[in-house]
């Protein structure tokens, strides 16, 4: 079973940045496609951004468009979003996912699209 483990979360005043890492077990990780999403308190889990196994074209969620990028690293099985010009809506805890299955060289938005996720890490963002 692949496991999957995020780092990088933690408090950081609005404007500023932060980069979280995500962390995949398995010796296919260069087959995953993978995400990020997040749960603000009180609201549903959200799609934040996402990419194909190739590592090419990405997508990211309007409201996040133009600050956070995600991107991967296959020779370290690790997946990363990194966060600028951060707000303090985008204070959530933030999930990472992979697609194990085979599947197209594509991005996935759906949470049920994703067979592997991590415990989440908390990012909270002052004004």
């Known amino acids: 079973q692949v496991q999957v483990v995020e780092s990088g979360g933690g408090l950081v005043q609005a404007g500023g940045s932060l980069r979280l890492s995500c962390a995949a077990s398995?010796?296919?990780?260069?087959?995953?496609?993978m995400g990020w999403f997040r749960q603000a308190p009180e609201k549903d889990r959200e799609f934040v951004a996402a990419m194909p196994s190739s590592g090419g074209s990405t997508y990211s969620a309007d409201s996040v468009l133009g600050r956070f990028t995600i991107s991967r690293d296959n020779a370290k099985n690790t997946v990363y979003l990194q966060m600028n010009s951060l707000k303090p809506e985008d204070t959530a805890v933030y999930y990472c996912?992979?697609?194990?299955?085979?599947?197209?060289?594509?991005?996935?938005?759906?949470?049920?699209?994703?067979?592997?996720w991590g415990q989440g890490t908390q990012v909270t963002v002052s004004s």
């Open positions: 398995g010796r296919t990780f260069s087959k995953y496609a």
């Open positions: 996912a992979a697609r194990t299955r085979l599947s197209d060289d594509n991005y996935y938005i759906r949470e049920r699209e994703y067979d592997a």
